[in-house]
């Protein structure tokens, strides 16, 4: 049996390895090349990037650029740099994060452990929610935040993203307690635990994959919208917008090294989620997932 | 009135009842098993005297108290699940003093109750560690340390040696045997292995599609059993139920049934009552201990019948002989000593104990007698 599964088992002879090794790094490389081009063209100075080659390595290194982005750079009218929208973004981001993914928690705790009649339909009309797009919503949301008088404000775009985001949050909690054991409720349930102490203390202790999930799928999402910042952002505008502002103004000259900077700063935040919780992120998804 | 009292208890899900008017009262110290096969019941009753589940009809009640509607953690039970249900981030210690906590139970007293118990259970070496990292045994020590520490007034076991090996499963049943002899503490434990149920228990309820079909002793529950069902669900090998018709000879009520080879042969009756039954077809019910080699009849018996039969297949096995012979059409068993010389195809004189044998009306399967 041994001699027939290796000979036909894949090949891994060292010519294939270097094949295969050679091909994975043309695409790394492929993939890490605009990042290349934004990190290069970041440092030089503009002239270098109007004058030549986009690709070269700057030949005078300079940081003014991104001192510029941060905090003096044009955005609409005033030249307050990015600073002040990503502060907004900062005050957005986080506690929408943290609400949407405690609500999602809780209804999932709830869906599974506490089920109701008719518990199959309000998930699955949450889950319709997933599915809704900004576009649809953005009328009927703008009447709502005015009515709450919230319009304009960070609190009002707090409340649109928890909105939006507790029916992914809900479905990957409810997932993933689907097959959490109900013994251990029942058990803590005749120790005497009530419906937030079980929570706190035998279901929150093990959700621990699930909610890196949910925290970097909120995250990036909150932070990468563009459209619910723009239409009710007024005057606490997030980062997306303040890019938009600097790289799409239509006077002056334009400062390529500024907007390149500009761009890794917004993107920043959403990468180091990533690194920090990423290998954690597959592992949750898959144990969101499947099982339910 | 018992010390858990389970009144006219009835449980609906819908229009479906799945248990029907149940009436079984506990006496304090009491261990009783409820036995049955799966969907009989068992759990359900087991998870409404814990309160996990709604009662739709009738009343239980612990030391006089009803409980109907009370939540599970007001009622002083503790409960060890089939999957032991230890919280996997707490450590073992943690996990067997959740419910005082939660009860409010000052930390000294906790631990003092913990050290107790962990002593009792011989786990006091295994409370920094968590559950993930202890053995299905040691598992299933902590979560009847869990029960214990809460001194509750009635334990409920559910299924909790199920999810053992064989070897273990039989030195924890000797252990929760040992642990009753010592705390004298009221029991209610669900099975669906009748021999945990005849080893442990102080009285057996046996349940089959939500009716409690017999409740009684072990003794009871084995040698009269109320019902067919009941017969062959206890007992292994189950008990031979052998199609016969009560014959009289000399006024003599007498079982006739036929051989492997067609002919008629009798076994006269203990118990003159069936005298009734003449001419009347009925099943009897022998154990297969009560057929035996003639050297091996139990000498205490006042009524050994001889029966002579063709050996169908011998299964030695070890300590027993089982031989399989043809009796009323059926297969039936009996159980020999391990070196009686018995050997397939051939005719051999058996010794039935009729003092032992039971005879159950076809029609209603209730048991005419004893």
């Not at chain 1, 919503?137 to 993203?161: E, F, N, R, T, Y």
């Not at chain 2, 002593?119 to 029960?147: C, E, F, N, T, W």
């Not at chain 2, 009753?180 to 669906?192: A, G």
């Not at chain 2, 001419?279 to 035996?292: N, Y």
Request: aromatic letters at 10%; charged letters at 15%; glycine letters at 10%.
């Amino acid at each position: 049996m041994a001699a027939v599964t290796q000979d036909t088992a894949v090949s891994t002879g060292r010519v294939t390895r270097a094949f295969i090794y050679l091909l994975l790094l043309l695409f790394a490389l492929f993939y890490l090349l605009p990042l290349y081009v934004m990190g290069v063209n970041s440092v030089k100075p503009l002239e270098e990037i109007t004058g030549g080659n986009m690709m070269a390595l700057p030949q005078v290194w300079t940081l003014d650029p991104w001192r510029s982005a941060w905090s003096t750079a044009q955005i609409g009218v005033e030249p307050t740099g990015l600073k002040p929208y990503f502060l907004n973004s900062i005050l957005m981001v986080v506690p929408a994060v943290a609400i949407s993914t405690i609500v999602g928690a809780l209804n999932g705790y709830v869906l599974t452990k506490w089920r109701f009649r008719g518990d199959t339909w309000v998930f699955g009309l949450m889950l319709f929610s997933c599915f809704i797009p900004f576009q649809i919503v953005l009328i009927p949301m703008a009447v709502v935040l005015g009515k709450l008088g919230l319009a304009g404000s960070v609190p009002g775009l707090i409340l649109v993203h928890v909105v939006y985001g507790i029916g992914f949050t809900t479905l990957y909690f409810r997932n993933y307690y689907a097959a959490f054991p109900t013994e251990l409720v029942r058990a803590a349930q005749i120790d005497g635990a009530g419906f937030f102490q079980i929570f706190w203390r035998i279901l929150l202790p093990v959700s621990g994959p699930i909610a890196v999930v949910s925290v970097i799928w909120q995250f990036t999402n909150i932070w990468n919208d563009f459209l619910f910042g723009a239409s009710f952002g007024g005057t606490s505008q997030p980062m997306t917008v303040a890019l938009n502002n600097l790289v799409q103004s239509s006077t002056g000259v334009k400062e390529y090294n500024v907007h390149f900077a500009g761009a890794i700063l917004a993107a920043l935040p959403t990468l180091v989620v990533y690194i920090v919780a990423g290998r954690y992120f597959v592992r949750g998804l898959m144990a969101g997932s499947v099982k339910g | 009135m018992g010390f858990l009292d389970i009144r006219n208890v009835t449980k609906s899900y819908g229009n479906v009842e799945v248990l029907h008017r149940v009436d079984i009262a506990v006496e304090e110290g009491e261990f009783l098993v409820l036995v049955g096969p799966s969907g009989c019941g068992k759990s359900t009753l087991l998870n409404m005297i814990a309160g996990l589940e709604g009662i739709t009809g009738g009343e239980i009640a612990i030391k006089g108290r009803v409980v109907n509607g009370v939540h599970p953690s007001k009622r002083n039970i503790a409960m060890v699940f089939q999957s032991y249900a230890l919280y996997p981030n707490m450590t073992v210690g943690q996990n067997m003093t959740f419910g005082l906590e939660m009860h409010g139970v000052p930390k000294p007293e906790r631990e003092r109750a913990l050290a107790d118990v962990a002593k009792l259970l011989q786990i006091d070496h295994l409370l920094d560690r968590k559950p993930g990292q202890l053995s299905g045994g040691q598992r299933q020590r902590v979560a009847m340390g869990r029960a214990l520490v809460r001194n509750p007034d009635v334990f409920l076991f559910d299924e909790p040696l199920s999810n053992l090996d064989a070897k273990l499963r039989v030195d924890m049943r000797t252990e929760i045997k040992k642990l009753h002899q010592k705390l004298k503490t009221t029991i209610v434990y669900v099975t669906h292995d009748q021999i945990e149920a005849m080893t442990l228990s102080t009285r057996i309820a046996v349940m089959n599609k939500g009716y409690v079909q017999q409740l009684g002793t072990p003794k009871e529950i084995y040698d009269t059993p109320a019902n067919l069902f009941v017969a062959t669900f206890m007992g292994s090998p189950a008990m031979n139920i052998i199609p016969a018709k009560v014959v009289l000879r000399d006024g003599v009520p007498h079982a006739a049934v036929t051989d492997a080879d067609g002919a008629e042969r009798v076994l006269r009756f203990s118990q003159p009552s069936l005298t009734a039954w003449e001419g009347k077809d009925i099943h009897l019910g022998i154990r297969p201990e009560a057929i035996t080699d003639p050297e091996g009849a139990d000498r205490k018996s006042g009524n050994i019948q001889s029966l002579s039969n063709r050996v169908t297949v011998t299964e030695p096995a070890g300590s027993d002989t089982f031989v399989t012979m043809t009796l009323g059409g059926r297969d039936a068993i009996a159980r020999m000593r391990a070196d009686a010389s018995v050997a397939a195809g051939q005719s051999y004189d058996f010794a039935v104990n009729m003092d032992k044998a039971v005879a159950f009306d076809p029609a209603t399967e209730a048991r005419i007698l004893p």
